[in-house]
């Protein structure tokens, strides 16, 4: 069956950087796109951006334009998700998820999510 | 942005009830809507897609209908593996966003 499976949680100190990864099985990851989303506590669910599997395509949402880079290696069958200068209010769970048929922008499935805790 | 704005936040309800969760989009988004559930722990489920298509193995029990600005999920017959937070999200346009989410309680 599909199945996205996130890398651990992680705990970073402002201004530092955090990589996390999701390595997806159960269908040809070339052919489907990857988003990155994320839920902070107590605040509602946010869509960072996607990849697009196959040609590595990117697209961002503006808000984090300056400081995310998602990436992906074929050959693994995983992508990645950089978010840089983090900042206290970065704290939340985030969440991979493929992209839905035929409309790429809804998710299906979801990643179990990884807590990144921002503190000093 | 588009704003998506779910009612209620939270509701009670019993096994065997109907139960009907709106969305509202801050402007026309076409049937670009999906609806999926969370449960404590688990990774979020996908059940609507383009606003009332069910999504492969979903139970006929979710249905959802809508289309511009106002959206519905219906629940009938709710059993208690039913009983999770609800979320609706917009992919008419970026970036995507998601309603609060509704909370689904056992009376």
């Known amino acids: 069956q599909v199945q996205l499976v996130q890398s651990g949680a992680e705990v970073k100190k402002p201004g530092a950087s955090v990589k996390l990864s999701c390595k997806a099985s159960?269908?040809?990851?070339?052919?489907?796109?990857i988003h990155w989303l994320r839920q902070a506590p107590g605040q509602r669910l946010e869509w960072m951006g996607w990849i697009n599997g196959g040609n590595g395509h990117t697209k961002y949402s503006q808000k984090f334009q300056d400081r995310l880079t998602i990436t992906r290696d074929t050959s693994a069958s995983t992508a990645y998700m950089e978010l840089r200068s983090l900042r206290p209010e970065d704290t939340a769970v985030y969440s991979c998820a493929r992209q839905g048929v035929p409309s790429i922008n809804w998710f299906d499935p979801w990643g179990q999510g990884t807590l990144v805790t921002v503190s000093s | 942005d588009i704003q998506m704005t779910q009612s209620p936040s939270s509701l009670s309800a019993s096994v065997g009830d109907r139960v009907t969760i709106t969305c509202r989009a801050s402007?026309?988004?076409?049937?670009?809507l999906a609806w999926f559930q969370q449960t404590p722990g688990k990774a979020p489920k996908s059940l609507i897609y383009d606003a009332s298509s069910l999504q492969s193995g979903v139970p006929s029990k979710f249905s959802g209908s809508g289309s511009g600005t106002d959206f519905t999920l219906t629940i009938s017959g709710l059993q208690p593996e039913d009983f999770a937070t609800y979320y609706c999200?917009?992919?008419?346009?970026?970036?995507?966003?998601f309603g609060g989410g509704t909370k689904v309680e056992i009376k």
């Open positions: 159960g269908y040809t990851f070339t052919s489907y796109a």
């Open positions: 402007q026309g988004i076409s049937n670009y």
């Open positions: 999200q917009q992919y008419n346009s970026y970036p995507l966003t």
